[in-house]
């Protein structure tokens, strides 16, 4: 089962930040966040991911609280072609198995 | 670099036939995950090559099959197709980053249908 809670659905306006939550109260120590998102019909997307520290990219920032219990993807400055759906996943360090929960469908409008 | 190439994109079978789908990783990863993607329950992790050797699998019957060769090119197998069968299967290739953590990219996919 996937070990993380997002909202089902969310919107934004073009050009603003869009600020995605996740909750992962059950994380372990061992565990890395990871952020994928799936634009309709296509492979999903690596976004970023961290274990505690916050990370940025290119195309995101990802902000974890101290207690890891929970996290938020922050993509700066969204577009349309930001609209898709975006999961937060929790993974064990040495594992490469991904539980996908239902993710959170962002849409941006113009 | 060449991303995750799956082929072939779109398939259509009947009941009770048997599929192969193929995946080709990025150049270099070593690892190829498998998953199912269907409206009623999402991805779905089928199973994990490493170097030939299956390493990890999911909840699904013995019908899904895979293996993996010396180039790290993949393969999947589904014998006597179901009509439930019908999905968007994933591949995913990853690299293995300092500190255990994983990078995996997906692949366009391989629509399924099973008439």
């Known amino acids: 089962d996937a070990k993380t809670t997002q909202p089902t659905s969310m919107d934004c306006a073009e050009g603003r930040a869009a600020n995605l939550p996740c909750n992962h109260s059950?994380?372990?120590?061992?565990?890395?966040v990871y952020w994928y998102r799936q634009i309709h019909s296509q492979g999903p997307q690596y976004i970023i991911h961290?274990?505690?520290n916050n990370e940025t990219n290119e195309m995101a920032s990802l902000i974890i609280t101290e207690d890891r219990k929970s996290s938020t993807l922050i993509l700066p400055h969204a577009t349309l072609r930001d609209t898709a759906v975006y999961y937060c996943?929790?993974?064990?360090?040495?594992?490469?198995?991904?539980?996908f929960g239902k993710g959170t469908k962002l849409t941006v409008n113009p | 670099k060449a991303g995750v190439t799956q082929t072939p994109r779109y398939l259509i079978k009947t009941r009770g036939q048997q599929v192969t789908l193929s995946c080709s990783p990025i150049?270099?990863?070593?690892?190829v995950s498998w998953y199912q993607q269907t409206p009623g329950q999402g991805l779905q992790f089928l199973f994990e090559?490493?170097?030939?050797?299956?390493?990890n699998k999911g909840n699904f019957p013995g019908r899904f099959s895979g293996r993996q060769f010396s180039n790290s090119r993949s393969e999947m197998n589904v014998s006597t197709l179901e009509l439930g069968d019908s999905a968007l299967y994933l591949c995913?290739?990853?690299?293995?980053?300092?500190?255990?953590?994983?990078?995996?990219?997906f692949g366009p996919g391989t629509r399924l249908t099973v008439t």
């Open positions: 995913a290739s990853s690299l293995r980053l300092i500190g255990g953590s994983y990078e995996q990219y």
């Open positions: 059950t994380i372990s120590g061992n565990e890395y």
């Open positions: 961290g274990l505690k």
């Open positions: 996943i929790v993974r064990v360090v040495g594992s490469e198995k991904l539980v």
């Open positions: 150049s270099g990863h070593r690892s």
């Open positions: 090559y490493f170097s030939e050797t299956q390493r």
